[in-house]
């Protein structure tokens, strides 16, 4: 069974951790300033590649930005991809105008 959960460490820095079975098997790197939710770095524990993994992350980390009103600087890689492939699903959340 699958559970995701946000985590911070700190004011700013934390989290949006995903388990299986009690174990972490992926997590993506993230900062709230200013309104805004940067994420850094999207990771997905070798052993657990190719399950969807990186998808539970992105959902839980959509529907955070969405409950606490935040908008979304994607700098991670993966996540800026998927933006990129799906702007209108991601249109409500996605910073655009960050830099």
């Known amino acids: 069974m699958e559970r995701t959960t946000v985590v911070f460490k700190g004011r700013a820095y934390g989290e949006v951790e995903l388990f299986t079975d009690e174990i972490k098997a992926g997590k993506m790197d993230i900062a709230i300033t ?9 990771e997905v ?14 959902e839980k980390l959509v529907n955070y930005a969405k409950e606490k009103s935040l908008k979304i600087i994607p700098l991670c890689p993966y996540v800026n991809m998927q933006f990129r ?8 959340v996605w910073e655009k105008n960050w830099h």
């Open 34 to 42: 200013n309104g805004r939710l940067t994420v850094f770095h999207t």
């Open 45 to 58: 524990a070798p052993e657990f590649e190719g399950r969807g993994f990186a998808k539970l992350l992105l």
């Open 85 to 92: 492939r799906h702007p209108a699903e991601y249109e409500d």
